[in-house]
């Protein structure tokens, strides 16, 4: 892109560092637009701690298009996504998953979505954060682009962390895990009893009741109930 030869990167990044506040937004937008058609990712690299403190600090458009970049920077570029990761873009972007307006929800989503493919270390601390519960309910009930993007982020949590899951502890990875299915998400039980069973029975009979539940949507009521008290699990037949 002409722009980005003729050295744009450069100053735009020093406005995100030192400009003013509407310096700093427009600034964390046009870096977003670049680095979808720019081949050298080091480029961008001193715009990460700048993003991360945007999205931590700043104003409500700068948070968006802090997230909207931060996740820009992260899609199809695994060196600059593990670094995004080791800045510690992960929990601010939770946050304001958590508790951002619409637009912003939708750019965390993004973010994150991009963050935890194809990086274990991102999607662990993406699940320890906390983001599957928010996750599932923009999933569910956010506008057309917030599903969309909830949606791809937690096929990337859930599906991939099978794997991931081996080198973590237990509880760590199972308590979100849990807390998706007492949402009633069932569109995505499967991959969540398939990533749970990656640590064996963490209760007693659960595995083969998780196995059944994702087979029968009329048995949610019933998860709920049981990852909800330390009763015995229903039986297979009963799912």
Same mark, same amino acid.
């Given at each position: ?6 050295? &744009? ?31 050298? !990712? ?27 970049t931060l996740g820009n920077l992260a ?30 929800? %939708?750019?965390? &989503? ?23 519960? !928010?996750?599932?309910?923009? =999933? ?6 917030? =599903?969309? %993007? ?20 237990a509880e760590g990875i199972v308590t !979100? ?15 969540? &009893? ?27 009521? %019933?998860?709920?109930?049981y990852l909800t008290t330390e009763n ?8």
């Amino acid at each position: 892109m002409e722009i980005t030869r003729e050295g &744009a990167i450069t100053p735009l990044i020093e406005l995100l560092r030192a400009g003013t506040a509407m310096q700093k937004q427009r600034a964390a937008f046009a870096l977003g637009n670049l680095v979808c058609d720019n081949d050298t !990712p080091e480029d961008f690299d001193e715009a990460i701690l700048p993003l991360v403190e945007l999205v931590r600090m700043g104003s409500d458009t700068q948070k968006e298009d802090a997230a909207y970049t931060l996740g820009n920077l992260a899609a199809n570029n695994d060196d600059r996504r593990a670094e995004i990761g080791r800045k510690g873009a992960i929990a601010p972007l939770v946050a304001l998953l958590e508790t951002g307006n619409g637009d912003q929800k %939708q750019w965390a &989503a993004f973010a994150l979505r991009c963050l935890a493919h194809n990086n274990d270390s991102n999607r662990m601390i993406i699940i320890e954060e906390g983001a599957i519960a !928010p996750l599932a309910v923009l =999933k569910e009930e956010g506008t057309d682009a917030q =599903k969309e %993007q909830a949606t791809h982020a937690l096929n990337y949590l859930v599906s991939e962390s099978e794997e991931s899951v081996k080198t973590s502890t237990a509880e760590g990875i199972v308590t !979100p895990l849990m807390e998706y299915m007492r949402a009633g998400v069932i569109s995505q039980n499967a991959n969540v &009893a398939a990533a749970i069973n990656t640590f064996g029975a963490v209760r007693e009979g659960i595995i083969p009741f998780f196995h059944k539940l994702t087979q029968n949507q009329l048995a949610s009521a %019933q998860i709920t109930t049981y990852l909800t008290t330390e009763n015995t699990p229903p039986s297979v037949a009963d799912a």
